[in-house]
């Protein structure tokens, strides 16, 4: 789960990061949990949770 987490940070933090902020979002955080990778995000709507679902397939609990 650490190598999982580990490619999810590097695609939110470094290579993704302009693209991400461009969209009008922050991602604060990432944390595994439970199998999968937790993603904390900032001014989060419904447009958000469909581009986090379809990129990384992230639990939307």
Not at 14 to 37: M, S
Not at 38 to 49: A, G, P, V
Request: hydrophobic letters at 35%.
């Amino acid at each position: 789960m650490l190598k999982l987490q580990k490619e999810v940070d590097r695609y939110l933090f470094e290579t993704h990061a302009k693209d991400i902020e461009q969209r009008g979002f922050r991602v604060t955080h990432t944390a595994p949990v439970d199998g999968y990778v937790f993603c904390r995000i900032q001014e989060e709507d419904h447009k958000i949770k469909g581009y986090r679902r379809n990129v990384f397939a992230c639990s939307l609990k």
